[in-house]
């Protein structure tokens, strides 16, 4: 059967197109299930302004060009369309595509394909998403869950290397990950979950970084309701998930977005812009219209027909900035003569606008790790526009710190509490991600000092710290129980550790965390304001001891928070406490189902006695490497 002429377009559709601000273009574009004058087939639709001819080749023609051309619209916008009969679901088809640039040819993969072939095989698969949704009660009470004064406690995973069938030498499917994932995440107690990139992508060493089916979960583990039914179980469990998601990149495969119609389509076609030397990867142009609304409506599309509860957004900096990994004469100054990418800016504004406005209880999370001034705040008040922002500073300065021997500490306590000073200039999450634990870096565990009982109060330690410090938190799977090895993508996480204390504790360390930051409000509700916090002491560098104070919105719920931060046990400690009455301990980190020494402290009394600049004091018997978390009563 030939192509018949329809289209799914109206003269609106394209007018939003050209301007940039279609954002449902998934509805439009690509291969869509249709039935035209009482015949069932697939509507096919492909943006390629600069093709003289674009046929579908596939399965169902032998791959054969010329079978099935499409017909190029009138009104300017090179969209081709066309609708084939008896092209049903499962069907393999790409696009040839002739240029009218040199006469080139390319064969692409559908970038709306909703489904793609199983890598290394690369063609788009004609596809519908069904799937009965269960999680009604979740969606409609989200922000009561996914907020910005709600504990958010994020475990990050890379889906083909979490847990794998041993003896099968495969990862596990959707299907099973919503079992066993979906388990473990509400059993250790974090409220999200953030997947690495699941969107299609051709070569397993990037980790999904380099993605070719923007609107398609990768089928390595399974069909899109398969995946579906993945974010349907989290729900169902009270947990949220966030996706990974790239729009700052993406690789020149044959079959992907470079060179799309024989022309730089959807990459800037100056190399300046439209080449990444870190990555030997293509820039979007986000300067053109169209490319700004296949990138929003990709980002709309995830939280729309997946439910998803956040982006994270991957490599903000190497968007902002002109000059990002180039030299000297590598680059161009913007028209103010900055080193700001003005249409970057303009697009991430944008986005978020979008899809803070279209959709309740959503989260945006910038990876981003420079000075960039108000990357977290809204847009209307001159801000980007993210809910939050990654911590990068936090992280290096608190890993570089526990690096060291606790004898050298006493030097170094301001790489500990420096963070605090500027801690309340974004919403920060705190993350201890993917990049931390491999090339070299070590795991965490394994960055810590000292013998094995020591690396493991360290450990402790370092995470009471994280969670007790203001902000939201990320933790890469295998960090809550201690990996020793470094993160591996080709191999399971070491899971036979938990058979080991140590290991275990960490476990249960992290579990507890979780239920204390969920369970004190005085860790959530004012973590991005300088009213949560306030320091007893920063500057007891001798002891390497520092004390803080969290706040929420009821000053009866205020944490007593003391790090210890080398072995030495120091008795008789005074710190100063701004009421009267008793410490009662609502966490310790040398408590021995952790894996400590099991030094216990409770029911403190409080003296009348000045200190720290406080109203009162106690004394306390403080472990080596230990963090305690006292509440007033």
Not at 22 to 39: C, I, N, P, S, T
Not at 232 to 259: M, R, T
Not at 322 to 338: A, C, H, M, T, V
Not at 529 to 547: A, H, K, P, Q
């Amino acid at each position: 059967m030939k192509t018949i002429p329809y289209s799914l377009f109206t003269d609106f559709d394209i007018n939003l197109f050209k301007a940039g601000k279609h954002f449902r273009l998934y509805e439009k574009l690509g291969a869509h299930l249709a039935e035209v004058d009482g015949q069932k087939g697939t509507y096919f639709a492909v943006w390629a302004p600069s093709a003289k001819a674009v046929s579908v080749v596939g399965d169902f023609n032998y791959w054969t060009e010329g079978e099935h051309d499409l017909n190029v619209r009138w009104d300017g916008s090179g969209v081709w369309e066309g609708f084939i009969p008896g092209i049903d679901k499962g069907s393999k088809y790409k696009y040839k595509i002739h240029s009218h640039n040199s006469d080139i040819k390319t064969e692409k993969a559908d970038p709306f394909a909703f489904y793609c072939e199983t890598p290394p095989n690369t063609a788009s698969v004609v596809w519908d998403l069904q799937h009965n949704w269960q999680d009604e009660n979740w969606m409609q009470n989200r922000k009561d869950f996914n907020g910005l004064d709600k504990p958010y406690s994020v475990y990050e995973v890379h889906l083909g290397s979490w847990r794998k069938k041993i003896e099968e030498n495969r990862s596990l499917t959707y299907v099973e990950l919503a079992d066993e994932l979906v388990n473990y995440v509400k059993e250790t107690g974090f409220t999200h979950v953030e997947l690495m990139p699941i969107m299609e992508y051709p070569y397993e060493p990037s980790w999904g970084y380099q993605l070719v089916g923007y609107f398609a979960p990768t089928s390595r583990f399974g069909k899109p309701e398969d995946f579906m039914a993945l974010v349907d179980a989290f729900h169902l469990a009270g947990i949220g998930v966030i996706l990974d998601w790239v729009p700052s990149h993406f690789p020149s495969d044959e079959h992907g977005l470079g060179f799309f119609d024989g022309t730089h389509l959807y990459e800037h076609p100056d190399i300046r812009k439209g080449y990444h030397p870190d990555w030997k990867s293509l820039i979007f142009n986000y300067g053109r219209n169209e490319v700004r609304s296949f990138l929003i409506s990709n980002a709309v599309f995830w939280l729309q027909n997946y439910h998803i509860d956040g982006l994270r957004v991957d490599a903000v900096a190497s968007m902002l900035y002109l000059d990002y990994s180039r030299k000297e004469g590598e680059w161009e100054p913007n028209i103010f003569g900055g080193r700001e990418n003005l249409d970057t800016i303009s697009f991430l504004k944008e986005l978020n606008v979008e899809v803070y406005g279209s959709f309740e209880g959503i989260q945006t999370i910038a990876e981003e790790s420079t000075s960039f001034p108000m990357v977290s705040r809204p847009v209307f008040a001159g801000g980007l526009g993210f809910g939050m922002k990654w911590m990068m500073g936090w992280m290096n300065d608190a890993l570089e710190y526990f690096k060291k021997e606790p004898i050298y500490r006493k030097h170094h306590q301001n790489d500990l509490t420096f963070s605090l000073n500027y801690a309340f200039s974004e919403n920060f999450m705190l993350p201890l991600s993917h990049d931390e634990v491999v090339y070299g870096k070590q795991s965490i565990l394994n960055k810590m000092p000292g013998d094995e009982w020591q690396k493991f109060a360290n450990l402790r330690l370092l995470y009471g710290f994280m969670f007790t410090h203001p902000g939201t938190k990320l933790l890469f799977m295998g960090d809550e129980f201690g990996q020793s090895a470094e993160w591996n993508f080709q191999q399971s996480l070491d899971w036979h550790l938990l058979q080991y204390n140590f290991h275990n504790g960490i476990k249960n360390l992290i579990t507890d965390l979780n239920s204390l930051y969920k369970n004190q409000p005085a860790l959530f509700e004012k973590q991005f304001s300088g009213e949560g916090f306030e320091w007893i002491n920063y500057s007891d560098s001798e002891n390497s001891v520092i004390s803080y104070i969290r706040k929420g919105n009821n000053s009866d719920e205020n944490l007593v928070v003391v790090c210890n931060l080398t072995p030495v046990y120091r008795e008789n400690y005074r710190i100063g406490i701004p009421s009267f009455g008793k410490l009662e301990t609502v966490f310790n980190s040398d408590d021995l189902k952790y894996g400590g020494s099991g030094l216990e402290q409770n029911n403190l009394q409080i003296d009348e006695i000045p200190w720290d600049g406080k109203g009162y004091s106690s004394v306390l018997n403080l472990a080596g490497l230990a963090v305690l978390v006292f509440r007033i009563k």
